[in-house]
């Protein structure tokens, strides 16, 4: 599941208060299944939703659900948009939440037989769609109430998708 650790480390790279207790962040698999072909080939993908659980969570949900779109957008591009996340909220007081999303993921495993040496070599691919109308290295969220007019606040702010994650 190297998607889901890779969304999981950009969440807390980009949500601050993730940043100072990254275990406040809960990871689950739910609903997950291998597809691949019969017979020798063992090349396969993986497809399963990630539930992904946010504790005692205190500040705007736009330094959650932006990040995460981020990061969808450049590995996950082709979800259809009503499908690709969900989300539930349990209110603890007037201040807190527990708020768990779900977001579907799918993993590609190429592995090919080497029948000379007896080895099966496997490589997990996590493309990554280029946004070359907007290529910062570095973003940050401002969010400003609308009804109250007044300056942006600065809310979160993250490293854009890099390769290899």
């Not at 790279?13 to 940043?19: N, R, T």
């Not at 009804?147 to 702010?157: C, K, P, Q, R």
Request: aromatic share 6%; glycine share 6%.
């Amino acid at each position: 599941m190297r998607k889901l650790n890779a969304l999981r480390q950009h969440l807390i790279d980009a949500v601050p208060a993730l940043q100072h207790d990254p275990g406040r962040l809960l990871t689950f698999v739910e609903d997950g299944s291998i597809e691949f072909a019969r017979g020798g080939n063992l090349s396969h993908g993986y497809s399963y939703t990630a539930q992904l659980v946010l504790t005692d969570y205190a500040d705007a949900i736009d330094a959650i659900m932006i990040p995460l779109l981020d990061w969808l957008a450049a590995y996950q591009p082709d979800l259809p948009h009503e499908q690709a996340v969900s989300f539930e909220a349990e209110i603890l007081s007037n201040s807190a939440v527990d708020v768990a999303l779900r977001v579907q993921l799918s993993e590609r495993v190429v592995a090919r037989r080497d029948c000379a040496t007896g080895q099966i070599l496997a490589e997990h691919r996590m493309p990554r769609l280029d946004t070359e109308e907007c290529p910062a290295e570095r973003w940050q969220l401002l969010l400003r109430d609308a009804d109250a007019g007044g300056d942006y606040t600065l809310i979160a702010e993250w490293d854009g998708p890099r390769d290899g994650l």
